[in-house]
């Protein structure tokens, strides 16, 4: 039950302890094979030593581009136990944003796999690393990223000097066989006879000289735990400093969600980002329960993971539930395990989804954060009513304060107008590594975090997120909400996702354009959309150009990229008046 939850100050402390309560307890399962938390800590123990014998110090930045994995979990703990950084990045990257974040974060080790599926890191990586050599020490020295001296790599590699996953998980080993001789050596008389009972001895003492070991390099609550890159739809990745702070939040999160040893969650957000660090991996070591962990999400494999798992609990976005929906549709599957789901709502976009996903999915709960607060610092709680679960973003958590203001008067605004949002929490990040003025940006001098979301706050407490500032169009200076036009096309039969965006227009400054997926049963005309939008919302509302694609641009996390639709839509405007 909840008040079974472990609470800790660090990171790295959190597999040790959660042994030590949950014991042979499953803590996660990957590719039908599962760990116990005794195994994860054990595990956990010996790549930590493993990256010591590298060399990896207190306060070295360590990169980890993997796709989603039980080893990677084990890495995040290990890096962070030894009082080094670790620097989660995106699977996505491609050689410019992995060169940018492997420099920028000044990493000393990458880990990463050769491929994955289709994509091959090795020669991603290859290219970004640019002119490499070696020295005597098998030591790397790269022009593009001048930090990085060692690569360890899960297959093959062309990267100079790069150790493989076996060669490096020996070191850890080996340094442990190397503490265990000594103690023997120590211990043992000059018969060759040990007993069973000297050997269990110790054992003990080389697990207390490991603990001694990494009680040295303990870090501080206050230090550097991770950085975490943000999308960087406007430009580079912005490296947020993330300290152990984030434990309490997470602990926070996982009392009012009522968290049980019982539930099983299903982990498939990407593991570079807070979302998934903090709920599912963070949450479900604090309460004991177990991950059936996916590379990636697809829905098919999900929902069969969830019926044969027995899952209670799933985390995502409208997109993640949007398509569980149309999947059982399409293939029934036994989902009646399913406890409760966080997603994300308040845009008009998302509220009859998340209605329909109520039934057709299971009860969620909705929350409103950003990474540079350690992800969710609002959260709905498990006695909310259907409206509350469905058109808002929760309560504040304790510690957090919340307000709504003007952001050109910075002045509050009336309850139910829509204002800024804006946060001041423990939680919020140390800053963004390298770029003193932009965090300087964005918190205001009594430490407020300027989000760039818009909100309103409720009557009823709540808050509800609308929609980021700079999606909101300004239509002949009308402010027009994107999330309102979307939710309406949503409504149409056939329409499976849409988001729309402005286009640049002499009269009225911007219009509303929409970007459309149709099912083969939706609609393939633009007039079948504005026919429908017509009498219901008011004409400048209306798109005034609809696009059928066959899928939108998503960050892994599962939202929209509107920046990538902008920009296609300002290529094709350039390519019509070119014609």
């Not at 402010?479 to 309102?484: D, G, K, R, W």
């Amino acid at each position: 039950m909840t008040a079974q939850l472990i609470y800790c100050d660090l990171i790295g402390d959190l597999p040790a302890q959660a042994a030590q309560r949950w014991g042979t307890r499953q803590a996660f399962t990957f590719e039908d094979k599962s760990w116990s938390y005794q195994e994860v800590e054990q595990e956990v123990a010996l790549l930590a030593r493993a990256l010591q014998t590298l060399g990896v110090k207190k306060g070295d930045r360590v990169a980890l581009w993997l796709t989603n994995s039980a080893m990677l979990e084990c890495l995040l703990f290990a890096v962070i136990k030894i009082g080094a950084v670790a620097v989660p990045l995106n699977t996505r990257y491609r050689t410019q944003d992995l060169a940018f974040t492997l420099k920028n974060s000044g990493s000393v080790l990458l880990i990463s796999a050769g491929k994955s599926g289709p994509v091959n890191f090795d020669a991603i990586l290859l290219e970004a690393l640019g002119q490499m050599s070696t020295d005597a020490q098998g030591l790397l020295t790269s022009d593009a990223v001048p930090s990085l001296r060692r690569v360890v790599m899960m297959g093959d590699s062309e990267i100079p000097g790069a150790l493989s996953w076996e060669h490096f998980t020996g070191l850890g080993v080996l340094r442990s066989a190397n503490f265990l001789d000594q103690s023997n050596t120590s211990n043992t008389s000059n018969t060759s006879n040990t007993s069973r009972t000297s050997r269990t001895s110790n054992q003990q003492s080389h697990e207390d000289s490991c603990a001694q070991q990494f009680a040295a390099v303990k870090p501080m609550p206050t230090d550097t735990a991770l950085i975490v890159y943000t999308s960087g739809t406007t430009g580079n990745p912005k490296g947020v400093l993330l300290s152990h702070n984030g434990m309490r939040l997470c602990f926070d999160r996982a009392e009012a969600m009522q968290l049980q040893a019982s539930d099983v969650q299903l982990t498939y957000l990407p593991l570079f980002h807070v979302y998934a660090i903090s709920y599912s991996m963070i949450m479900s070591f604090m309460c004991g329960g177990a991950q059936i962990i996916m590379s990636g999400f697809q829905v098919d494999q999900a929902l069969e993971l969830i019926a044969r798992h027995r899952v209670t609990v799933v985390h995502g976005f409208d997109a993640h539930f949007n398509d569980f929906m149309l999947a059982l549709v399409k293939r029934p599957s036994d989902i009646s395990s399913l406890r409760f789901g966080t997603l994300t709502v308040g845009a008009d976009s998302t509220i009859e989804l998340a209605q329909a996903a109520q039934t057709k999915v299971c009860p969620t709960l909705s929350g409103y954060g950003v990474t540079e607060l350690w992800g969710g610092v609002t959260l709905t709680p498990q006695n909310a009513n259907l409206e509350q679960r469905c058109a808002a973003s929760g309560y504040p958590l304790p510690g957090v304060e919340l307000r709504v203001i003007n952001p050109d008067t910075q002045q509050p605004v009336a309850m139910g107008e829509v204002g800024e949002i804006q946060v001041r929490s423990y939680s919020r990040m140390i800053g963004y590594h390298n770029q003193p003025e932009a965090t300087e940006q964005v918190f205001d001098s009594e430490g407020w975090y300027k989000s760039g979301d818009a909100g309103i706050l409720r009557a009823d407490g709540h808050v509800r997120f609308v929609v980021r500032l700079k999606d909101m169009l300004k239509v002949g200076g009308e402010n027009v909400s994107p999330a309102e036009i979307e939710g309406l096309i949503a409504t149409l039969p056939g329409v499976e996702y849409v988001a729309v965006v402005g286009k640049q227009d002499a009269r009225l400054s911007e219009v509303p354009v929409a970007f459309i997926v149709s099912a083969t049963s939706g609609p393939k005309q633009a007039q079948q959309v504005i026919a429908h939008c017509k009498g219901k919302i008011a004409s400048f509302k209306i798109p005034v150009e609809c696009y059928f694609v066959e899928a939108l641009p998503m960050t892994p996390t599962g939202k929209i990229q509107k920046e990538v639709l902008r920009t296609r839509l300002r290529a094709m405007l350039s390519n019509q008046n070119e014609g």
